[in-house]
């Protein structure tokens, strides 16, 4: 696409954006260690859904301990091996051989296009197989205790946007969430755009928020409105980053976030970095996710 039209941030740019392979398309590395890709069941979505698992360093030779689990979410246009065909084992093992991190599991779905929500034409009810399946699948498959404060999820632009809004919306259930350059936008604007934006649009987030989007239903599903209008998320520990050069202007709408939850007492760490938006701006920015997620289960971080 176009990088002129990318940076221009208008909606339809924005929209049409996000749907190139940027943050997903990156370079396939080699790694060693113990990963698993396999199907979960569902019958709300009504087929297997794909996910991948990297376990713990002992997990084969230590059958009597159960861990913590991260959940990872991927971000539009990528997959459940985001991680693995990114070179993400090999981080994961360095982090753990530093001791920067503890033992627990990570644990990737595949989510397509779903913005992790249930669609606005109720077709596909993506949250509800999270929560309500794929959950309890985990938790009966791998070895992994059952309890809020050995939970903890995290995502990628869209899976950014999703994993805040999981976090905030079910804090019952989540210890931590982290998100890098999440798709945040706190008001559609209000603009004309050409009968083939529209088209594009529509293929982009169609599926979840209506062809045309509904505004209404944008704002609906929104973590700012979440919240705004939501109960307090007490106990959520909250971190996410952002470039400050973002292709899409997701750096306005974190700095706006940071704002909202500032306003409501809501304690958080945010970032504005250096950088864009592409797997060379996550990349650098992972670990600090995987290491504070890693002090919220309780594994004491290293001495400086």
Not at 35 to 43: Q, W
Not at 44 to 52: D, E, K, Q
Not at 230 to 252: H, M, Q, T, V
Not at 269 to 274: K, T
Request: proline share 6%.
């Amino acid at each position: 696409m176009n990088r002129a039209r990318g940076r221009a941030l208008s909606f339809a740019a924005v929209l049409l954006m996000l749907g190139c392979g940027a943050i997903c398309a990156a370079p396939a590395v080699a790694a060693p260690g113990r990963a698993e890709c396999r199907t979960a069941p569902s019958k709300i979505l009504g087929h297997p859904v794909p996910y991948c698992v990297i376990l713990p360093s002992d997990y084969d030779a230590n059958k009597t301990n159960d861990y913590p689990a991260l959940y990872f979410l991927h971000g539009l246009g990528g997959n459940e091996q985001l991680l693995l065909n990114s070179g993400g084992l090999n981080m994961i093992q360095d982090l753990r051989d530093q001791k920067r991190i503890g033992e627990f599991l990570i644990v990737a779905p595949d989510a397509g296009r779903s913005f992790y929500i249930n669609s606005r034409d109720g077709k596909m009810r993506y949250e509800d197989f999270f929560i309500r399946e794929f959950l309890p699948f985990v938790e009966g498959h791998y070895r992994v205790r059952a309890e809020r404060k050995a939970r903890g999820i995290a995502g990628v632009s869209m899976g950014g946007y999703g994993a805040l809004r999981f976090a905030l919306h079910y804090p019952e259930l989540f210890a931590a969430v982290s998100a890098h350059s999440p798709a945040l936008i706190e008001t559609l604007p209000n603009i004309k755009v050409s009968r083939d934006q529209a088209v594009a649009v529509a293929e982009v987030l169609g599926k979840a928020f209506g062809s045309p989007v509904d505004a209404a239903f944008w704002q609906r599903e929104s973590p700012f409105t979440i919240v705004k209008d939501g109960p307090r998320a007490a106990g959520l520990r909250i971190y996410f980053d952002c470039g400050s050069d973002d292709e899409f202007g997701f750096n306005k709408g974190n700095a706006q976030f940071d704002q909202l939850l500032t306003a409501r007492g809501i304690p958080h760490e945010f970032h504005l970095y250096p950088g864009g938006h592409d797997w060379d701006y996550f990349a650098e920015h992972l670990p600090a996710s995987f290491e504070f997620q890693s002090r919220a289960f309780g594994f004491a971080a290293p001495a400086k």
